[in-house]
């Protein structure tokens, strides 16, 4: 089995289409699948945060990217993604590479597809120098222990390894570590509508502050 991470651009659409068209079916809307002006403005605003991944020669996942500055405010997922845009929300001088978006094909799931493309976003967050990696993560399993546990208390369980949950823990098991419990992050009734920031801190770059300005010093 051969793996392989590469931008994507915007004559990949069809099979960014296809991927998500697998990873999310009905009852899935498909008004939220990538559009082909989504995926332009991705290629546009930040390409390199537009990944793809092939297995075997196959289209089997994508995720996407964009840089943030981070402050700690509470946000949406349709804030920080502008809405699946990106363009709006992309800032060239931010410190921290953001995570909107990553799916696999369920036929390629298990075949670490999805670990190949958090280790390129990594490697992207340590080429360019930044701070961190972040995304937005879902908590499907905080809905059945909701009136026994607040949320803090659930993620902390899961962080604790006291408690399994199916998107959190992976994310765990991918260097990832929770930042912030954000309300009325996704529409998700699992999650009941609240999202975890996880965060894979830069330890391999040393970053100097100057200003509002991070230096890259790779001594």
């Not at 392989?4 to 939220?32: G, M």
């Not at 390629?108 to 958090?118: E, K, N």
Request: proline residues 5%.
């Amino acid at each position: 089995m051969s793996l392989l991470v590469r931008t994507y651009t915007s004559d990949d659409f069809e099979a960014l289409l296809d991927i998500q068209r697998e990873a999310f079916p009905p009852p899935f809307p498909e008004e939220l699948w990538w559009r082909k002006e989504q995926v332009a403005a991705h290629v546009r605003t930040f390409p390199d945060g537009a990944m793809i991944a092939y297995c075997d020669g196959v289209p089997a996942g994508s995720a996407t990217s964009l840089l943030v500055r981070y402050t700690g405010q509470p946000h949406t997922w349709e804030e920080v993604s502008d809405r699946g845009y990106i363009a709006g929300s992309h800032e060239p001088d931010g410190d921290s590479l953001y995570g909107i978006d990553v799916c696999v094909r369920p036929a390629f799931r298990g075949r670490g597809v999805a670990q190949a493309l958090y280790e390129a976003r990594k490697q992207l967050v340590v080429r360019l120098g930044l701070r961190r990696f972040m995304a937005g993560c879902r908590i499907p399993g905080f809905h059945a222990v909701a009136d026994q546990l607040s949320v803090e208390s659930y993620v902390r369980e899961v962080a604790e390894g006291k408690r399994r949950d199916l998107v959190l823990s992976f994310m765990l098991k991918q260097g990832m570590r929770p930042l912030q419990v954000l309300e009325h992050y996704l529409e998700d009734e699992e999650s009941l509508h609240y999202g975890v920031l996880v965060e894979w801190p830069n330890t391999e770059t040393k970053l100097i502050a100057r200003g509002n300005l991070w230096a890259n010093n790779r001594n």
